[in-house]
């Protein structure tokens, strides 16, 4: 009985669906950054709910890969689109490694493209795997490039037809939607809402790889951009920095200079050597001191000097004293008459 009711409880397939499609759609209006909080707590609900879905779908077991979707019933039409919405809503995550974030996403859109193909739900071409690009290859030559870029008019002609189909697609998605999310719409009805929603994710999913592709190529060149220079040039044997100033033009830089009264010509670390190597060059121009007198040498010059110092300091002090006895205060000072 226990085990009955906890089955009862359970979330059914169409309602993690459902839940997931409305998360993705608040996602898709929201306003605030991809990287709050709030955001990715419900990129990370969303994609849970819709996990529960394709574990659910792979135990009941409801298509046939000798299936074509016309002999898909009409209600389950709308499962073929959960490795779409996987792949959007991972596109959202934002995570320390960019580039897994995009394989994850790129998994998930060719998933889906694989599928509806194998289905025939629309006419399209399936993007090359990264697998099969040829890196490196010497044999690439003019007439490779000259089909590069043929291959690349024909992607940008697809892209735009795409765009317009998927317009018309919308605008028709809109005028049934009413109708099918209220069941009032017919089986018919029903089953044109469902196949317009997967073609209009099939060119969703077919914009979105050749985005990814792009972006995992700039990642890539980045990253090895950034070892190779790391390994080539240490931070110890990098120059120092020369400063420098920037005139409007260079009349003013020749007439008036740069504009400031003490520029700088040389970092910290060209000042500091300058410094050291001026001071040894000092160093060695100075004649060597003279040697120590010792104990039993005694400096006959300077003892001599200072008695005389000594005795013509007493003599003046001898004749200041005569003088101040022949001479009362304020002799001399006739113009105050004190």
Do not use: C
């Not at 707590?41 to 529960?52: D, Q, S, W």
């Not at 290859?137 to 940008?156: I, K």
């Not at 795409?162 to 028709?172: P, T």
């Not at 110890?236 to 260079?250: A, G, H, M």
């Amino acid at each position: 009985m226990a085990s009955f009711m906890e089955e009862r409880q359970k979330p059914k397939l169409r309602e993690l669906l459902e839940t997931g499609i409305q998360l993705l759609e608040e996602l898709e209006a929201a306003t605030q950054p991809t990287g709050s909080k709030t955001i990715q707590e419900k990129v990370r609900k969303a994609l849970t709910l819709l996990e529960k879905a394709s574990d659910m779908l792979s135990q009941l077991d409801l298509f046939s890969r000798n299936e074509d979707w016309e002999e898909i019933a009409s209600a389950d039409l709308k499962y073929l689109m959960l490795p779409a919405l996987k792949g959007a809503l991972t596109l959202k995550l934002v995570d320390s490694s960019r580039l897994n974030v995009l394989q994850d996403a790129r998994e998930h859109f060719m998933n889906f493209l694989i599928q509806s193909h194998n289905y025939h739900v629309a006419e399209f071409q399936l993007p090359w795997a990264q697998s099969s690009e040829p890196e490196g290859n010497p044999a690439a030559t003019s007439d490779t490039q000259e089909n590069n870029l043929v291959a690349m008019a024909s992607q940008r002609q697809a892209k735009i037809q795409r765009y317009k189909q998927k317009k018309a697609v919308e605008q028709r998605l809109s005028s049934l939607k009413s109708a099918v999310e209220s069941g009032q719409a017919d089986d018919e009805r029903v089953r044109e809402y469902y196949l317009l929603q997967l073609r209009r994710w099939i060119s969703i999913s077919l914009d979105e790889i050749e985005s990814i592709d792009q972006e995992i190529e700039i990642l890539k060149e980045r990253d090895s951009l950034g070892e190779a220079s790391a390994s080539r040039m240490s931070p110890q044997e990098r120059p120092p920095l020369k400063p420098f100033v920037l005139t409007r033009s260079v009349a003013q830089a020749q007439v008036f200079g740069s504009g400031y009264p003490s520029l700088a010509t040389m970092t910290v670390n060209d000042w500091y050597e300058q410094r050291q190597k001026s001071e040894e060059a000092e160093k060695k121009r100075q004649p060597p001191p003279p040697a120590t007198l010792t104990a039993s040498e005694p400096e006959e010059p300077d003892l001599e000097q200072k008695e005389a110092e000594d005795e013509n300091a007493l003599h003046r002090m001898q004749e200041w004293d005569d003088w101040k006895d022949t001479h009362p205060r304020g002799y001399g000072n006739r113009q105050n008459m004190g």
